[in-house]
Structures are given as structure tokens and as C-alpha cells.
């Protein structure tokens, strides 16, 4: 036996826990590290591949931006709330059957909701926004305008955090429920009731119908999708500059970093990234040992 106790290289260690040996419970041998794992498992991202996943996010900050920019005209009474209305109710029904004319036939039948169904809840939407129009009117004569653009400009950053960008549903509920918050926010300080029943139609086609579509694109058409994008940031970023020369530029460093910024650096950290795995780790349980324990 060694001075620090360890027994001769006759007696062989073993890594179980059944049988008694006469080691030290610390004890390891030169055989420990031959089990050590470097970057396994580990995904290798492709920079365009991501860049191409981003402008999702980046589209998404432009339609804010664009629903924002379309406010601040029926604010100033340089949009008519006819011509918006009547553009809304035509680019839902372009929409409606675009995304028709990309949903398969098994998804069809698997969602088994009707044409006259979707109709209906159109029509019931509409005829209730309608007829609540003047009541959302007046639903912040008491709330000073400087909260109520702050509530709206927190909201549609709730919104625009909680999406669900890499799922392949449409917007979640907390997010969709923040649009519709601020909107209706936004809405009640414009001139009208038309105007607010056209801003809330506005809003439910820009936050909860258009991901739909655009997320049919993303399945099933991906290189149509990127060129949609581009052509949403690119009028984001026109029609905030219309308005705002400093908001255009804002938006425009935030869709650079989003879109090409973060992508390089995940790349750029994926490649340094150094995680090993071995018998230190904590014990996995395989599916077929635990039901044969249970």
C-alpha cells in the first residue's frame, strides 16, 4: 500500500457503487478523464441562416413602427379614416386568400374551420368594435396624455418582447392582449369615433392577422418571406421618417442590430464556446430503465 493510502495497481478500481473496495470514496484513477466530452451536442450556426431568422424580429419592430406612423397621420388629419378603413377591409380579404392559397389541404382539414365561420367572426368583430367606438372614444378623457402614451409605448414593448418569434403559431395571448391595450390607448385620443373604430381595425390586421400570414409564408414560401421583410423594414423605416427623422434612425440602428449585429455575434460566440460533459455530470435516466423501475 502507498504513503497516501491508496492500495497497490494489483487491485483494480472500479467506478461502482454495489461493491466494496478498498479506496478512498474520492478516489479516481488515470482512467477518469478518458470519458470527457468536448461541444457535443453542440448546434453550428450558418450567419446568413440566422440573419435570415432575424428578420423576422426585424419585420416585427417595423410593424410597430408602421402602426405608429399611421396614428400619428390620423392624429394630424393627414390620413382620412375612410381611406384607411376601406385599405384595411381590402389588404384583410388579399390577405385571407393569400393565406388560403398556401394552407395544403391536410392543414385544412386539420384546422376545420370554415369559410363562413371566419366570416362570421369578422362580422361580429367588426359590428362590436363598431358599436363600442364611442365608448372607447371617451375611455381616457380622465388619464392625462402623457400616461397614456406611456402605457402605450410599455405595452407595445411587452408586445413586441412576448411574441412568440420561433413558434409556428399565431401571437400569443399576452402579446396580442398588449397590442390591442395600446391601440386602444393610441386610438382614444384621436379626433373621432370613426377614427378610433378604423385605428383598433387597423390594429387587430397589423398585430393578429398579418404574423398568421406571414408565418404561412415563413412555411411554406421561405424565400418569398425574406423579400416581405425587407419590404415591411424598408417601409417601417420610410414612414417613421416621414414623421420623425430621428425616430427613422433609431428604428434603422435597431433592425442593423437585430438583424445583422446579433447574428454575428452568436456565431462569433458559438465558435468559442467550451462545454464538456463526463462522468462527473449528473445521472440520465434512459426512458427503457425507468419503465422497467416502474
Not at 215 to 234: D, K, S
Amino acid at each position: 500500500m502507498g504513503a497516501d493510502g491508496v492500495p497497490g495497481q494489483s487491485v483494480h478500481w472500479r467506478k461502482v457503487l454495489w461493491e466494496r473496495q478498498p479506496f478512498p470514496d474520492n478516489y479516481v484513477d488515470q482512467r477518469f478523464l478518458e470519458e470527457l466530452r468536448r461541444n457535443e451536442g453542440i448546434r453550428q450556426y450558418d450567419y446568413w441562416a440566422v440573419v435570415k431568422e432575424a428578420g423576422f424580429v426585424g419585420q416585427q419592430l417595423s410593424c410597430v413602427a408602421v402602426f405608429i406612423t399611421l396614428w400619428l397621420y390620423m392624429e394630424q388629419d393627414l390620413l382620412a379614416p375612410e381611406m384607411l378603413l376601406w385599405t384595411s377591409l381590402v389588404s384583410a380579404l388579399l390577405g385571407y386568400g393569400l393565406h388560403q392559397a398556401l394552407t395544403s389541404q391536410d392543414e385544412s382539414c386539420s384546422e376545420k374551420r370554415t369559410h363562413l365561420a371566419d366570416l362570421q367572426s369578422a362580422a361580429l368583430f367588426l359590428s362590436f368594435t363598431f358599436g363600442f367606438s364611442p365608448v372607447l372614444k371617451t375611455l381616457t378623457e380622465s388619464v392625462s396624455t402623457d400616461t397614456v402614451y406611456a402605457m402605450s409605448a410599455v405595452m407595445l414593448l411587452a408586445h413586441l418582447v412576448s411574441f412568440p418569434y420561433g413558434k409556428p403559431s399565431p401571437p400569443g395571448s399576452l402579446s396580442l392582449n398588449a397590442a390591442l391595450f395600446a391601440s386602444v390607448c393610441l386610438a382614444s385620443r384621436l379626433p373621432g369615433a370613426l377614427h378610433t373604430f378604423t385605428m383598433l381595425t387597423c390594429a387587430l390586421l397589423v398585430f393578429a392577422l398579418w404574423p398568421c400570414l406571414l408565418q404561412r409564408l415563413r412555411e411554406n414560401a421561405p424565400r418569398q418571406f425574406t423579400g416581405v421583410c425587407v419590404v415591411v423594414c424598408i417601409g417601417g423605416v420610410g414612414g417613421l421618417a416621414s414623421q420623425s427623422q430621428g425616430g427613422a434612425v433609431l428604428l434603422s440602428l435597431a433592425l442593423v442590430s437585430v438583424t445583422l449585429l446579433c447574428p454575428l455575434l452568436l456565431v462569433w460566440l458559438q465558435r468559442h464556446k467550451d462545454n464538456i460533459q463526463g462522468p462527473w455530470d449528473e445521472a440520465e435516466i434512459h426512458e427503457d430503465l425507468a419503465n422497467f423501475l416502474h
